[in-house]
């Protein structure tokens, strides 16, 4: 009944508002006011108002929710790379926020002031070379420093660094959650072979390689040392997922039958975060960034950024590969043994 | 139609009387408005169609953009209308949030925006501001048609099957998309969606091919590429750009419907899904994404150039002034074409890409900006003392100037290799190509419906709604995805079911029931345009033969509808489109059909 009434009120509505239409559009052909022009003087001017009604509360509203949201952006970086980032992002976006106001402005401006009116004549001005050279060259040498600036960070980002002075450790990505992976000991992760995966080696590692013993394997959270470079090497089981680890401006997809690797050196404890945000509960996060279905949306890991020491201890109480898997054995055994 | 139009016979009457003019021979109902070969019927069909694909399209935004707002709330609505199995209690159900994201992609890309902006006005404008009398093949174009139409129906069938439409986003990435235990939408959802972006494809192609061949071959006396108008242009380019692009699409999906049924390995590789390991190896996922994105680049450029050259050509109109620097308008279309074949690698910096590599798709990218920013800079000289009508049209042309400068600054940070490591696929994405391609392209589409109304119906819209048509869509797409660069720049990826498992998002809540009541309130608004639309086309003022005073050769074509589009001789051509207010005239246009006064110079 609801419905039928609310299908009964739009449909006399646009009846109504048809009426009103030709009603209107008569009086105007009787008031004998029906312009040559096909826009009227009344409407060019109520539009031209409009433009800088627009043009102003626009910018109020990006003032606003640049004030009322400035809080929620991710806070300061918290690696070494991240810094030379955001500052790279910072000057960037002073350039584009001048070409965006700057345009928008004379845009909005310009459509206020020359709004058709009695009188007013367009200006024949039809091409300039020397102002269509200004604003070819003017662009092309800010992209030039943009360019410059931004492949010089990415160079310094992506070029490789020496395993043996990193913490060398893998992320293994499946629907929908994270096992980390350490390279224990000898500081060397042991190799993988999809064809492995059994419940109790889920990362498919490959028992008969000895690097691979002495493995470290973590699930729920995992620690990083502060000030120290992280290699990390990442795999899928299924499909694409994406590490991104917003905090320290780290992100990096995991491919099904590739291994891929990212490398940064975090700055700032966990702690210390929780001092600087002023937030008692902060944690650093790791989210997964390419859909990877249902899930995708609560793909997630706790990161921890430990001082040098905070951190051996940590992953001193981890199990190794070699013990985890025995344990998992022993338990198995003894399950078909009570059978 | 001319009068004896309403003769009895009709059949007999068109071949008994072969003395009457080919113009004017009777059609039946089936030849005239469903299988169609005349160009200007065949853009109605396209326009229709979009009209119908977008409204469908923006009904399932809004029904996600509920979720985000007022996350696991009960809305009857979601459950009218998908069902209790997708909205069980009213709640959105996690899969269907991603089909109803990737369909809306979808359709907003490829039938709004492609074929519906494309297939409406290139069919419109190229045979009527060239000066021909159809498309090189009127039964090519018709055929071109017919597949987008199928190829909707199929789209829009799949949101119906049990399992789900095609769920892994509008870019497909295998193997989400290739393996049904990873997602319920890549069974039988996928299955129909490659089926039905094959035939899109091929309808796009012929498309294509006939307006390139048309624009090559048709053109009347006199017109030559210099004095092509800026809409032909961009249409001419963009319909290479298709035809290079698009069968690269087509090679991308026929590989993985191999991978999908036959057990190929082209994206496969090391898989273990559902307690198996597959077989395949030696595949690349990433192979795919170098396919896709061959094709994708070039595909934001198709959807944007023709909104690009319909707003060239309407705000010259609409200001009385030729539009500034007309040669570096058609050399930036051509820079901006060529260019976006070489940059596709932008989207993929993070896939473990070779990071030279990735310094090179840097550079080619910045490169594109550099036409684009001529282009912004031509039209806001174009407006400068010009005498601006302010018309529907003319306003939605303002607007897309307004968010292709705004959409485009934040394609400069994308574009740097440096500082996408942070912000690809969160939301400062959705924000760049939503402001830039999404919205731009929307009102290049409106801003050309709205000036070109009277040439396909011989009626007036409504100027008063078309403003508060406009005025509340340019809000609302500010309202929407101008605050979207925040929740990006807090760290929240895109395609997010629920912000709620993290407390780095906890405080967005507030600025996600903004967007949403931005997102309705802009919904509601076109309710206004489709009104304006309908009503227009039956009951609208009775347009002159050129109402809006332009120069190009459509509004020197008689308004009826008449195959051949001119009734004798097709007009000969003397000058460039742009001739408005220029000195030591009268008028302040001078058609293309008028020859030079003596002594007169070509611009
Ligand atoms: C009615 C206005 C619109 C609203 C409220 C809207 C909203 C959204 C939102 C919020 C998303 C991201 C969802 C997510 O990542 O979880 C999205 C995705 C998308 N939208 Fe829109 N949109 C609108 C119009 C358009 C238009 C005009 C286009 C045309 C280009 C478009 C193209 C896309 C595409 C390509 C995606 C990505 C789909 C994917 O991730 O696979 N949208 N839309
Ligand atoms: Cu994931
Ligand atoms: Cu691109």
Known sequence: MISLLTYAAIILGIVAIARLLKVYELSATLKGNEQEDAVSYSDNKFNARLMMVFLFAFFAFCIYLVISYKDNLLPEAASEHGVEIDSLFNFNLLIIGIVFIAVNILLFYFAYKYYSRKGLKATYFAHSTKLEMIWTVVPAVFLAVIIIYGLAVWNKITSPIDSNKAVVMELFAEQFKWTARYGGADNVLGETNYKLTADMNPLAIDTTDKNAWDDKISNGEFHIPVNKVVLMYFRSKDVLHSAYMPHFRAQMNCVPGMRTEFHFTPTITTAEMKVKTNNPEFEYVLLCNKICGATHWNMQMKIVVDTEDDYKKWLAEQKTFKEKSMAQTAIENKVAINH | ?603
Request: charged share 10%.
């Open chain 2, 1 to 603: 139609m001319s009068s004896h139009s309403n003769t009895v016979d009709h059949a007999t009457h068109a071949h008994d009387n072969h003395d009457h003019s080919h113009d004017h021979h009777e059609q039946s109902f089936w030849s005239k408005y469903i299988f169609s070969t005349d160009h200007k019927m065949i853009s109605k069909q396209f326009l229709i169609t979009a009209i119908f694909m977008g409204v469908v399209a923006m009904m399932l935004s809004i029904f996600f953009r509920l979720q985000l707002a007022w996350p696991g709330q009960s809305f009857s609505i979601l459950e009218y209308f998908l069902g209790k199995k997708w909205a069980p209690n009213g709640v959105l159900d996690s899969n269907m949030y991603l089909a109803l994201v990737t369909i809306h992609g979808t359709i907003m890309v490829f039938f709004v925006l492609t074929g519906g902006l494309s297939g409406t006005f290139s069919n419109l404008l190229i045979p009527l501001q060239i000066g021909a009398r159809d498309m090189a093949s009127g039964f090519l174009n018709m055929l071109s048609f017919w597949f987008f139409a199928v190829s909707s129906l199929i789209m829009f069938y799949s949101m119906f099957i049990e399992t789900g439409p095609a769920s892994a986003g509008w870019t497909i990435y295998p193997p989400l998309s290739a393996l049904q235990e990873a997602i319920p939408g890549s069974g039988l959802g996928m299955t129909l969606w490659l089926v039905s972006m094959t035939l899109f494809v091929a309808g796009s192609l012929l498309g294509s091919i006939n307006y390139i061949v048309t624009v090559l071959n048709l053109r009347t006396k006199g017109m030559t590429m210099t004095r092509l108008p800026l809409t032909i242009w961009a249409f001419f380019v963009t319909a290479i750009l298709g035809v290079l692009s698009f069968p690269v699409l087509f090679a991308a999906v026929l590989l993985l419907i191999f991978d999908r049924s036959f057990g190929t390995s082209f994206y496969l590789s090391d898989i273990f899904i559902s307690g198996q390991a597959m077989e395949q190896t030696g595949g690349s996922p990433v192979l795919f994404q170098h396919l896709f994105w061959f094709l994708g680049h070039p595909e934001v450029y198709i959807v944007l150039l023709p909104a690009l050259g319909i707003t060239s050509e309407v705000i010259s109109t609409m200001s009385r002034k030729p539009i500034f620097g007309y040669r570096a308008m058609i050399g930036s279309i051509l820079a901006i074409g060529f260019l976006s074949f070489i940059v596709w690698g932008h989207h993929m910096f993070i896939t473990g890409m070779n990071p030279f590599l990735g310094s090179v798709f840097v550079f080619t990218t910045l490169l594109i900006a550099i036409p684009s920013a001529v282009k912004a800079f031509n039209y806001v000289t174009t407006l400068w003392k010009g005498n601006l009508k302010l018309s529907p049209a003319m306003l939605f042309a303002i607007g897309l100037v307004s968010t292709f400068v705004t959409g485009g600054v934040t394609g400069i940070i994308l574009a740097d290799s440096a500082l996408d490591i942070n912000v690809h696929d969160t939301y400062f994405v959705v924000a760049h190509f939503h402001i830039v391609m999404g919205a731009s392209a929307i009102f290049g589409m409106f801003c050309g419906v709205y000036h070109w109304f009277p040439r396909m119906f011989g009626r007036m819209m409504n100027n008063k709604l078309g403003y508060a048509h406009f005025w509340i869509t340019f809000i609302a797409v500010y309202g929407v995805f101008f605050p979207m660069h925040f929740i990006g720049l807090t760290g929240v990826p895109r395609r997010y079911y629920s912000n709620e498992a993290f407390a780095l998002f906890e405080n967005l809540q507030s600025i996600n029931i903004l967007i949403t009541v931005f997102a309705i309130i802009g919904a509601l608004a076109q309710g206004l345009f489709i009104f304006n639309f309908f009503y227009s086309m039956y009951r609208g003022k009775k347009s002159l033969q050129n109402p809006w005073e332009s120069n190009t050769l459509e509004w020197t074509a008689p308004v009826e509808h008449l195959h051949g589009n001119w009734p004798g001789e097709l007009p000969t051509v003397y000058r460039w489109p742009y001739d408005y207010s220029k000195p030591g005239k009268d008028v302040d246009f001078v058609p293309q059909t008028v020859p030079l006064s003596p002594g007169e110079e070509e611009h």
